[in-house]
């Protein structure tokens, strides 16, 4: 079960996350797109925690499509719509409720990569963020399907869009800014899987403190 | 007249492509969104948004975007604006500009130039 103070919480733990990796991602996105991707997040995740103490009495699905716009209008790079569609289409499925069953998280967390792949008009395989969100709602997914509970079903979740990231090192980007390098797109990790990556590491973190 | 509202990534890029539109069709009406809204390289929701509306009437606005989030965050405002006859028009930026805009003062109507964009060029 996770509560609106709980969802709070997380989007702080992933607004430091992608402040401290800020540099990083950015590294990663000089090698293969366009430099911008870590101070891009960062900058959308700072106008994102500023806005954090009045979703306090909200409900989830309000919470969600605030960080949602708060994301698409201050970004200014293809993260921004990508994920801040993301967090609006998560929102629309949460609408009204102060928690969340896991199978209503998993309902969330669908609604969410749904929402990538429609924004971006994208697939797993093409180096982007989806080659860690897809397998890691996949695992969820599975997980609670199969009796896990949350923080199990989110561990193997966040083990899953590791290996993603990993196997973006392995193939050749179709899609996004990298999709220009074409086979010297090959040996770099996406920056967008692996921020994707952090975001799903910051919800761990927050519900395996309890 | 059809409007005309140029989305980039560069400030500088929209302006100078609404220089270019203006050059052959002085009196188009026609806005640029360019950069974000410190001028920094990236895409503005709310500069698109504004754009949109500065020159918005029932002939209708056509929307031109350069790359990536560029033409995804034009969709989001689109998808939100409550306004019709807004289209977002997958064509050369420089040349499609210079295309809507003649049509543009030239009497054609939105559907007529959105064709002549996707179809033609």
Do not use: W
Not at chain 1, 101 to 130: C, W
Not at chain 1, 142 to 158: C, F, M
């Amino acid at each position: 079960m996770i509560d609106s103070k709980k969802i709070i919480a997380i989007i702080d733990a992933a607004a430091k996350k992608i402040e401290s990796e800020k540099d990083f991602l950015t590294q990663l996105d000089n090698e293969i797109g366009d430099g911008d991707h870590g101070i891009n997040l960062a900058r959308g995740f700072k106008s994102v925690e500023e806005k954090l103490a009045t979703f306090a009495d909200k409900d989830i699905g309000a919470i969600l499509k605030s960080v949602g716009t708060a994301l698409v209008s201050t970004v200014g790079g293809a993260s921004g719509p990508l994920y801040g569609t993301a967090f609006m289409k998560a929102g629309n499925v949460c609408k009204g409720k102060f928690t969340l069953t896991d199978e209503e998280f998993a309902e969330a967390f669908n609604a969410a990569v749904e929402g990538v792949k429609m924004r971006g008009k994208s697939a797993e395989g093409e180096k982007t963020m989806l080659d860690a969100l897809c397998p890691a709602y996949r695992a969820f997914k599975g997980g609670v399907d199969g009796g896990k509970t949350l923080i199990p079903a989110l561990e193997d979740s966040v083990n899953a869009a590791m290996q993603g990231v990993e196997y973006t090192k392995t193939i050749i980007a179709t899609k996004g800014r990298a999709a220009y390098l074409q086979e010297r797109s090959l040996g770099h990790q996406d920056p967008g899987a692996t921020s994707s990556l952090y975001i799903l590491q910051a919800a761990l973190d927050v519900l395996k403190k309890g | 007249m059809v409007g005309i509202v140029i989305v980039s990534h560069s400030q500088k890029l929209a302006e100078g492509v609404m220089e270019v539109a203006q050059m052959t069709a002085a009196n188009v009406p026609i806005a640029a969104a360019g950069g974000l809204e410190n001028g920094e390289l990236g895409t503005s929701y709310d500069k698109i948004k504004n754009a949109v509306e500065s020159i918005y009437t029932d002939d209708g606005v056509i929307v031109l975007a350069d790359i990536g989030s560029a033409v995804m965050t034009t969709e989001m405002v689109l998808e939100d604006i409550e306004l019709d006859n807004v289209k977002l028009v997958d064509c050369p930026l420089v040349e499609g500009a210079v295309v809507a805009a003649v049509d543009s003062v030239g009497g054609r109507t939105l559907n007529e130039i959105i064709n002549k964009l996707e179809n033609e060029m």
